[in-house]
C-alpha cells in the first residue's frame, strides 16, 4: 500500500518515479455549495435533495494510452455525495480513486465536480450549478471552492471553478 501512495504523490505533483521526494498532496477537497433563495425553497418545499458527483481521472501515459476510456482519458474512480436539501460544505476524501491507476497517469490527477438535484421527488434535475473541471492540485490549493446553485429556470450563468 506505501508503493501505491508513493506513486499517488508523484503524479499528483506531475512528477515521476525517477523523481521520487515529492511531499504527499492529498486527493481530497472540500466544497461549499451555496443555492439561491429560489433553489433552496424550490428543494426544501419538495423534499428534493442534493448529489455532488466528483470525477478523478487523468491524461494517459503513452504506454498507457490503451487503457484510455472514450474520450481517451484514464478514468480513476468516482465520489458521489448525497446531501440534504441544504447548502453547505461537502467534503471529497478521493477514498474512491482507483490507486492501481496511477502510474497510468501523465501530467497529474485531474478532477471533474458536477452538483444536481438528486431526482428524489423531481423526475428530472431541477438545478443549475457552477463545476469544476481541471488540476486537482488547483483544487487543493483554492478550496474550499464555492459552488453556487440556482434553479435552471432562473436562468443564472454556471461558471467554471475554482
Known amino acids: 500500500m506505501k508503493i501505491a501512495f508513493c506513486f499517488c504523490a508523484l503524479v499528483l505533483a ?4 525517477a523523481g521520487a521526494a515529492s511531499a504527499h498532496e492529498p486527493l481530497g477537497f472540500s466544497l461549499d455549495i451555496t443555492l439561491s433563495p429560489k433553489a433552496a425553497e424550490r428543494l426544501r418545499a419538495t423534499h428534493e435533495g442534493i448529489a455532488a458527483n466528483a470525477s478523478y481521472y487523468g ?19 468516482v465520489e458521489r455525495h448525497d446531501l440534504s436539501a441544504q447548502a453547505g460544505r ?3 476524501t478521493g477514498h ?13 490527477v485531474k478532477v471533474n465536480v458536477n452538483v444536481y438535484s438528486a431526482r428524489r421527488s423531481n423526475e428530472d434535475n431541477i438545478l443549475a450549478c457552477d463545476f469544476i473541471d481541471t488540476d486537482l492540485a488547483a483544487v487543493v490549493k483554492a478550496q474550499p471552492v464555492t459552488l453556487h446553485c440556482g ?12
Open 14 to 17: 506531475g512528477g515521476s518515479v
Open 59 to 77: 491524461n494517459p501515459t503513452a504506454a498507457a494510452a490503451k487503457h484510455g476510456d472514450e474520450v481517451g482519458h484514464i478514468d480513476l474512480g
Open 96 to 108: 474512491k480513486v482507483m490507486l492501481e491507476r496511477l502510474p497510468w497517469v501523465d501530467g497529474g
Open 90 to 92: 461537502v467534503r471529497f
Open 151 to 162: 434553479l435552471i429556470t432562473e436562468n443564472l450563468q454556471t461558471q467554471l471553478r475554482p
